[in-house]
């Protein structure tokens, strides 16, 4: 599946979450996947505790975070430049 097709399933609704990023406007936040499997939860078991969950929505919560990760900048503060 394309990275633009993965993309496309996360979306973001003021009146969903709270306008945080979701999974086909689900209630299922990208926050919650990651943390889910960050905290042990195996895609499988992602799947089967959320059954309107498919699996290239846990790769699309993965391509998000990559995303935004990838756009932030680094800079040195500091006395002495």
Known sequence: MAV???LDR?????????????IRGLRITVEQIL????GG???R????DYPELEPE???AA??????????EQVFKVGAGV
């Open 41 to 43: 939860i195996t895609p």
């Open 4 to 6: 633009q097709c993965l």
């Open 35 to 38: 943390k889910a499997l960050a």
């Open 57 to 59: 929505d846990i790769k």
């Open 10 to 22: 996360i979306t973001v609704n003021p009146d969903v979450m709270v306008g945080k990023p979701t």
């Open 45 to 48: 078991e992602l799947l089967e």
């Open 62 to 71: 993965l391509l998000h975070a990559v995303e935004l990760v990838s756009e």
